[in-house]
C-alpha cells in the first residue's frame, strides 16, 4: 500500500469514514483533523494486502500534540478514495514503540 495514495485522497477531501472509526474516534475523543495530520506526517507500519473489498495499512502518526494514534486505511484503486476503517489511540501494554505488537 502507498501512503501517498492515502494522503492525496485526503488532500482532495476523497475519504470516507466508517461508522465503526466514527464511533471510535468519538470514543477516543479524537477529531478528523488530527487524524488527517497523523496520516499526513505518519508512516506505515503494517499492510493488509489481501484485505477485502481494498487492501489495506495500518498508519501510525501523531496528533498536534504529539501522542500517537493508529489508524487503518483502505484505498479504492478505481476511484482513487481512502476508507478510514477504524482509528484509536493505541495502548501501551500493546504495542512497543507504537509500532510493534507485544507478543503474547
Known sequence: ????????????????????????????????????????HGEIIENYPNDRPYPSCLILGRNFAGEPIHSVWGYNQENLWAVLITVYRPDPDRWINWRERVKR
Open 1 to 40: 500500500m502507498n501512503a501517498g495514495n492515502i494522503i492525496e485522497a485526503i488532500r482532495n477531501n476523497r475519504v470516507k469514514i466508517t461508522d465503526h472509526a466514527d464511533e471510535e474516534a468519538a470514543d477516543d475523543s479524537l477529531m478528523y483533523d488530527e487524524i488527517y495530520y497523523s496520516v499526513i
